[in-house]
C-alpha cells in the first residue's frame, strides 16, 4: 500500500478499497492493476494533453459544471477535441461512480490526451488514434493532521511561468517546474512549494492556491502568472459573500511572513490551513480564527446539504 507523508498538500489517507477500483479508459472498465496506455501516447511522451480532479462528497461532484467548463475550454485551446462531449464525459464520470460503489469521500481524476502517435515526436499530425480518455476514481480523505497542525511551506527558486512561455490557466498535464519546485521544497523539510512570478511577487503554490489574512481581509494573488483554481474562486465568492474584504493583487514575501493567517486552497484539501513558512512562524503557528471561518463558509457554498 502506499504510504503518503503525515502533512502534505495532496496527502490522505490510504485506504485499502483502493487497490480494486475500476478505472475508465477509452469507455472500458478496467482493474486498476490492467488500467494502462500505450508508450507512444502523446500524454506519456510529451505531456500533451489536459486533466481535471473531482471531489465526491455526499453523493455530489463538488462545482462539477465549473470543472468540465475549465477542461473542455482548455481542451479547445489546445486543438484537442473530446470525442465524447460534454454528455458523454458526465455519463462517464457516473459510469465510474456507481462501478465502484461510490457515494462519498472519493477523489477523481479526468485525463484527456491527445492520443497513440505513429512515432515518439511533438508532432500532432503524427496521431494514429485518439484522444485518449481515462478517469480514476479513488477514495481519498484529506490526513487530518493537516488541518489540525497546519502546513509547512517554502519558497521556491523555481518560478511560475508568464502565459506567453506556459500559461498556467491551461490545466496541461506538463508540470515539470511545478514538480521541481515541490522537490526543493521537499528537501527543505517543507510540505508544499511557494513560488513567486517572474516580477518576485507571490503567485500560488505548486499544487494548491495561497491566500494570506492582514488586518481582517484576505490576499491571495491576480492568477496572472499562475493557475485559477475552482476551489480558490469559490473561497474568494463565499468571503465576499459574507462580506469579507479579499484583495486580488500584487504582494511580495515580506507582507507573507507578517501575515496574521495563511492558508492553500484545492479540490481534494478544500481550506487547509499554514502556519510555517521559510522557517517562520505565520501568526500565532496555530491554525486560526478566520482561516477556520473561511473553511466553514466554503463548506457551505459547495457541500451538499
Known sequence: ??????????????????????????????????????????????????????????????????????????????????????????AAIDGVLAANGMSDGAHLRLMVTRGIKATANQDPRFILSGPTVVITAEYK???????????????????TSQPDVFDLHLNSHSRLNLIQAL?????????????????????SCNSTNFFIVRKGALWTSTGSYSFKGITQQAVIDAARAAGITVREGDYTLAQVYAAEEAFVTGTLGGVTPVTRIDGRVIGTGVPGAMTDRIRALYEAAVYPA
Open 183 to 203: 522537490i526543493q521544497a521537499i528537501n527543505a523539510g517543507a510540505d508544499e512549494a511557494l513560488m513567486l512570478d517572474p516580477r518576485g511577487f507571490v503567485a
Open 141 to 159: 480523505t484529506p490526513r487530518p493532521e493537516s488541518k489540525a497542525k497546519g502546513l509547512t511551506l517554502f519558497t521556491s527558486t523555481f518560478r
Open 1 to 90: 500500500m502506499t504510504d503518503t507523508t503525515t502533512t502534505a498538500a495532496q496527502g490522505y489517507i490510504p485506504d485499502p478499497r483502493n487497490e480494486a477500483v475500476l478505472v475508465w479508459v477509452n469507455g472500458n472498465l478496467v482493474p486498476k492493476a490492467q488500467a494502462m496506455v500505450s508508450v507512444f501516447d502523446a500524454g506519456f511522451g510529451f505531456g500533451d494533453g489536459v486533466w481535471e480532479g473531482l471531489r465526491l462528497v455526499r453523493g455530489r461532484i463538488l462545482q462539477r459544471e465549473a470543472h468540465l467548463d475549465r477542461l473542455f475550454e482548455g481542451a479547445r485551446a489546445i486543438a484537442l477535441e473530446i470525442p465524447q462531449g460534454r454528455e458523454g464525459i458526465n
